[in-house]
């Protein structure tokens, strides 16, 4: 079988959390009020349906085709002013290098990675791109089944796979999935702190570290 590396997008691939809360902290308020908003908490990790469910447990009351549209426009916005993270080509040549299949694993619509994809030098290198958002069949982080079906995809184990989280979403998805799953905090926003990951890395520089001491164990 072979060896998967599996990356999330928002806070991995690209430094998007600070935009989405900027954007977020205007609009929500005004979408679905400012009480409710307020009881939303910190959205890192959730996709577009995640935080609309999580409106309508605290008693919103929306149109769901107008919140997506907004929120799509507003996603734009996101990707146009946020930088992908430095060094991830050479991470990406690592891994190559060493014989390991890459995905890439999200919340996002496919609509959004596709605004990300085209930025990234190695974004050939994917053998499988998943949009948990346009797959009803599979249940969203923290479950598990995104983080599977690429393993099952690149015909690899997860216990040979790591994943790269931002999130404790995304953290608790990729360990119920079997795999060494590594936090990685150089995107985070003030005041977030991860838990439950089996390593942590502040660069890239550090992921290659990290997967070179996962392949000696």
Known sequence: MNKAFLFDMDGVLVDSEPAWIELENE?????????????????????????????????????????????????????????????????????????????????????????????LPFSDTFTAVISLHGHAELKRKPEPDGFLEACSLLDAAPKDSIALEDSNFGIRSGKAAGCYTIGFRGNLVPGYEQVGADAYADTMDDVIKLVQNFEKN
């Open 27 to 119: 609009y929500l308020p005004k979408f679905f009020g400012t009480d409710i908003a307020e009881k939303l908490g910190s959205l890192i990790g959730l996709g577009a349906y995640d935080i609309m469910n999580r409106a309508r447990s605290l008693g919103a009351v929306f149109e769901e085709a107008e919140y997506l549209q907004k929120v799509d426009d507003i996603a734009k916005q996101v990707y146009a002013r946020s930088l992908i993270t430095p060094n991830t080509n050479e991470l990406v040549e690592y891994l190559m290098s060493h014989d390991y299949k890459v995905a890439l694993v999200s919340q996002s619509p496919k609509s959004w990675i596709d605004q990300v994809l085209p930025r």
